[in-house]
């Protein structure tokens, strides 16, 4: 969408980390909304990449810094990170500003951000489901979020104006808003985000022990094993802080998984295994729709 089509949302954003996240909605914002200025926030060597790659016309010194005079704080770090930064964003965040984060679970931090934002700044949950199983700068990318899911824990009657306006910026984006409580979120991911990528590792850890000396069987994986694997490339750093936020739902999904595979086990020879495809081509199918 051009740029000279949209008004300027926010006069100053503030991008507190500026990893793969941080720096796709910071090029985002520089490739639909040129005269906005973005200042970032991250360890001294990350934000000098995002700097150098044209994601932010500056970098601050400290957290405080970056967030006085800002519009827009977009909170791009691990969970852990947002709960510690959240107290002080609170603190130094000017009256009209939105504060939106993008962590992978919402609950932890909607419940942090609750004894904090108050009155005055406005604290927006969000999550955009478009990350990479490689994260950093160098990987980051301004359509990003392009057809992907954003949830965002509000109603979808939001009559906040800062949020409406956050709305456009994503729709600016071409991201798809999802809008619900922050438990539902949590439930939700936990089986369509979360529970693929312990598989994932889990499919790993079999490949790996069952490899011999001559490089079977990982010697004859083709595309299909490849797609599957994907996601075992994650860092951990990230999924620690899911999987400490969101265990009891990643729990239940593992528990279905576990029963949906004994299921198959008991089926392989029966009628019932074509069935259970038929169902698994229908989801993808309906997955297909969105692209």
């Avoid at 973005?38 to 990350?46: H, K, R, T, V, Y």
């Avoid at 962590?103 to 934002?117: D, L, P």
């Avoid at 949020?163 to 809008?179: C, D, G, Q, R």
Wanted: hydrophobic share 45%.
């Amino acid at each position: 969408m051009s740029s000279l089509k949209i008004p300027i949302p926010f006069a100053r954003v503030a991008v507190i980390g500026t990893g793969l996240i941080g720096g796709s909605f910071a090029l985002a914002l520089r490739a639909n909304f040129p005269n906005i200025e973005i200042i970032g926030f991250d360890q001294p060597d990350a934000a000098a990449r995002a700097l150098a790659r044209g994601a932010l016309h500056e970098v601050a010194p400290d957290l405080a810094g970056a967030v006085r005079d800002a519009d827009l704080v977009y909170i791009a770090l691990p969970i852990a990170g947002i709960l510690e930064f959240l107290p002080i964003i609170a603190a130094h965040a000017k009256s009209e500003a939105l504060i939106t984060d993008a962590g992978s679970t919402k609950v932890f931090i909607c419940r942090e951000a609750a004894k904090h934002f108050r009155n005055g700044a406005r604290f927006l949950g969000g999550h955009p489901i478009a990350g990479k199983e490689i994260s950093g700068i160098e990987r980051a990318d301004e359509h990003l979020f392009r057809r992907a899911p954003y949830a965002l824990i509000a109603k979808k009657d939001e009559i906040d104006p800062r949020v409406k306006t956050f709305i456009e910026l994503l729709n600016s984006f071409e991201a798809i808003p999802v809008w619900c409580d922050a438990e539902t979120h949590d439930w939700a991911v936990g089986v369509v985000s979360h529970l693929p990528q312990l598989l994932a590792v889990a499919l790993a850890s079999v490949v790996r022990d069952e490899a011999d000396e001559t490089g079977l069987p990982l010697a004859l994986a083709g595309n299909g094993a490849r797609d599957m694997l994907r996601l075992a490339g994650s860092p951990y750093a990230i999924w620690r802080d899911i999987a400490h936020t969101n265990s009891g739902n990643i729990s239940r999904a593992l528990d279905r998984l576990s029963q949906a595979i004994d299921h198959l086990r008991t089926n392989l020879t029966s009628k019932e295994l074509e069935q259970e495809f038929q169902g698994g081509n229908a989801v993808y199918r309906n997955l297909q729709k969105r692209d």
